[in-house]
T-cell receptor, first 117, second 114 residues
Framework: EAQVTQNPRYLITVTGKKLTVTCSQN?????MSWYRQDPGLGLRQIYY???????DKGDVPEGYKVSRKEKRNFPLILESPSPNQTSLYFC????????????????FGEGSRLTVL | AQSVTQLDSHVSVSEGTPVLLRCNYS??????LFWYVQHPNKGLQLLLK??????LVKGINGFEAEFKKSETSFHLTKPSAHMSDAAEYFC????????????FGDGTTLTVKP
């Protein structure tokens, strides 16, 4: 079954304690992206990756890091979490064509709800 | 630059009545437009997409949307609401570039009353 898998689904942590949210897709997609969802703000892009070892900032990258060492995995790293990073996080990958790595047709994981105390 | 405006943050309908969720967009490129649905505690799922083919697009679960370039709109409709349609809906515009940045609207919460 085609899917995007995120872990953990729920996490409560404390300010400054490094954490990683993993994301894995089994569809061989080149393009992957992280979003955060906050009430009334829709989804905002944190980072995206066009392929292995190719990453770029989205709209709200401050306080986050990513890596893309393998095609299927795109972890999100919070080196020193702060309470304003309390949010619902989504990983997504995109169906590609020969002309566009991101066609906009996104496949989402089920989300990771993070609370930073 | 591109942007999306969902004109209603909340819509409430009775079961069996029509649904209309409104979306206006702006884009410097020929846009691709999407509607996604998010049920509680779930990820987003693609409902339908417009990618410069037919302007009336049919999606899953009886939903449709019509691309109107002159009005820069992409409204989502369904003739008859079902209880299971209660969810949050997002209108999304995607640039016609290789990276294809996706810009999300703020979402519309659909409530369906029995």
């Amino acid at each position: 079954e085609a899917q995007v898998t995120q872990n953990p689904r729920y996490l409560i942590t404390v300010t400054g304690k490094k954490l990683t949210v993993t994301c894995s897709q089994n569809m061989n997609h080149e393009y992957m992206s992280w979003y955060r969802q906050d009430p009334g703000l829709g989804l905002r892009q944190i980072y995206y990756s066009m392929n292995v070892e190719v990453t770029d900032k989205g709209d709200v990258p401050e306080g986050y890091k990513v890596s893309r060492k393998e095609k299927r995995n795109f972890p999100l790293i919070l080196e020193s979490p702060s309470p304003n990073q309390t949010s619902l996080y989504f990983c997504a990958s995109s169906l590609s064509t020969h002309r566009r790595l991101n066609t906009g047709e996104l496949f989402f994981g089920e989300g990771s709800r993070l609370t930073v105390l | 630059a591109q942007s999306v405006t969902q004109l209603d943050s909340h819509v409430s309908v009775s079961e069996g009545t029509p649904v209309l969720l409104r979306c206006n967009y702006s884009s410097s490129y020929s846009p691709s437009l999407f509607w996604y649905v998010q049920h509680p505690n779930k990820g987003l799922q693609l409902l339908l997409k417009y990618t410069s083919a037919a302007t009336l697009v049919k999606g899953i679960n009886g939903f449709e949307a019509e691309f109107k370039k002159s009005e820069t709109s992409f409204h989502l409709t369904k003739p008859s609401a079902h209880m299971s349609d209660a969810a949050e809906y997002f209108c999304v515009v995607s640039e016609d570039t290789n990276a294809g940045k996706s810009t999300f609207g703020d979402g519309t919460t659909l409530t369906v009353k029995p």
